[in-house]
C-alpha cells in the first residue's frame, strides 16, 4: 500500500540512517584506495560531491592506482555507473510530474540507497514525494562528506586484517535484498548477476555495462507484460 507520511522529508532521512551503516566502511575502502593511487587526500575527497557515487569513485582511483590511463579509468567508471539507467527507467513515471529543478536534483543525489527506498516506501503525491526522495538522499549526501574525509585520512592507517574490502559486496547484497520485493526484480537482478560473472574476463568492466542493458531489457519486458 503507498505509503504518505504527513513529514516526508523527515520520513525520508530517518529511513536513510539505517542504510548508511552499511556504506560506513565503504568510505574507509575509498580512502585506502585513494591513498594507494598517490592522490592528495582533498583531491580525493573533491571527488565525492562531484560524482557523489562510491562504487563509482573506487573504480576510478582503483584503476588509476593500477596504471591505467585516464581515458580508461574514467570510461570503466562510467560503466560501473550504468546502473542508474535501470533505476532511470523505474522511476521515470514518478519523475515526469515534478517540476524541472527537481528533476536534476534529484538524478544528483539518486544514489543505490536513494533507489531502495524509493521503490519499498512508494509514494504517490508528487510533493510528498519528493520531499522524501529529497529527505532520504541528502541526507546519505552529507553523511558521504563527511564520512569520505574522514576515510581519506583514517583509511591508510587501518590494518588490512580487518577486511574491510568486504564492504562493498555487502553494501550491494543487502540493499539487492531489501529492494527485490516482486519477481521481476529478482529476475533481473538474478540475469544481471549472471551476466556480470559469465562477462568478467571483459576489459575495462564493459561485463557491467552488457547485464545492465540485459537486465534493464528483462524489467522492460517484466513492466509491459504486467500492464497488459
Not at 587526500?41 to 562510491?54: A, M, Q, R, T
Request: glycine share 8%; charged share 10%; aromatic share 12%.
Amino acid at each position: 500500500m503507498n505509503t504518505h507520511p504527513s513529514r516526508p522529508a523527515l520520513q525520508g532521512a530517518l529511513d536513510a540512517l539505517p542504510l548508511f551503516i552499511p556504506a560506513l566502511p565503504f568510505a574507509f575502502v575509498f580512502g585506502v584506495v585513494v591513498a594507494e593511487a598517490g592522490i592528495p587526500e582533498l583531491l580525493g575527497w573533491s571527488s565525492s560531491p562531484i560524482i557523489f557515487g562510491g562504487a563509482i569513485q573506487v573504480t576510478l582511483f582503483t584503476l588509476i592506482a593500477e596504471g591505467a590511463s585516464v581515458g580508461a579509468a574514467v570510461s570503466a567508471a562510467l560503466i560501473v555507473g550504468a546502473r542508474h539507467m535501470l533505476y532511470s527507467v523505474t522511476l521515470a513515471p514518478r519523475f515526469q510530474n515534478q517540476p524541472t529543478w527537481f528533476r536534476w536534483v534529484g538524478a544528483y543525489v539518486l544514489i543505490d540507497q536513494v533507489f531502495v527506498l524509493s521503490q519499498i516506501n512508494p509514494i504517490d503525491e508528487p510533493m510528498a514525494f519528493r520531499r522524501y526522495f529529497l529527505g532520504a538522499g541528502f541526507t546519505f549526501w552529507t553523511l558521504w562528506m563527511i564520512f569520505t574525509a574522514l576515510g581519506v585520512v583514517l583509511g591508510p592507517v587501518i590494518p588490512a586484517e580487518w577486511g574491510v574490502e568486504f564492504a562493498a559486496p555487502v553494501l550491494f547484497v543487502s540493499l539487492m535484498m531489501a529492494a527485490s520485493n516482486r519477481r521481476d526484480k529478482l529476475a533481473s537482478a538474478a540475469v544481471a548477476m549472471g551476466v556480470t560473472y559469465s562477462l568478467a574476463a571483459l576489459p575495462n568492466r564493459t561485463g557491467i555495462l552488457v547485464a545492465v542493458l540485459v537486465s534493464v531489457c528483462v524489467m522492460l519486458f517484466a513492466t509491459r507484460k504486467s500492464s497488459t
